[in-house]
């Protein structure tokens, strides 16, 4: 069975979610520390973990930190509304998602389901092959990426987001675009993170993140990955 390891360290925001993600068939883990989070996931190894970053003791943004380092498990985020710059440096870390509070429990049940089907598609489906530019090479069955036959590490949605600009290379595609690419056409997405996955994207892939030669802005529309 899936199991979901949720962290926060309010007790009713912990039952609220156990109780709405067990009946939609997930085991839940439990942690109300940033610490007890890190040594639940490496010792359970959960699918996805929901992860609170105003925790009380090592700061959620570090936990994900953590956590990246240790594997690709998909991260959906729970942060306060006005925490518009943590939502950011949370998706630069690599998370998958988010989820401002206070939220619909349906709503985080609804997200993290889609988050894991887009992990599991992205893992489970091979519907193009290998993609090969210049010395970056995609190869979707396997969801592994290199250039120049390194190995470069991505997470489930940074990879989705990859193949969906890739597949297509010339043609320019609108935030709004991408994100129904990744999200899926249920969601009203915050499209500005569609910006912070290209820069963490950037940051892995381009030799000069700032001249970038394979994701490339087109100013006031969107973007397009490299042609030529």
Known sequence: MTSILVVDDEPRILQLARDYLERAGFTVLAAESGRAALETARARQPDLVVL???LPDVDGLEVA????????VPIVMLTARDDELDRIHGLELGADDYITKPFSPREM????????????????????????VADLVIDEPTMRVERGGQVIDVTATEFQLLVALARRPGRIFTRAQLLDAIHGVEFEAYERAIDTHVKNLRRKLEPEPHRPRYLLTVYGVGYRFASD
């Open 109 to 132: 049940v609804a997200r993290v389901r889609a988050v894991l089907r887009r992990t599991e598609r992205g893992a489970l489906e091979a519907p193009g092959g290998r993609i090969a």
């Open 65 to 72: 930190r953590a956590l990246r380092r240790d594997s690709d």
């Open 52 to 54: 609170d970053l105003g």
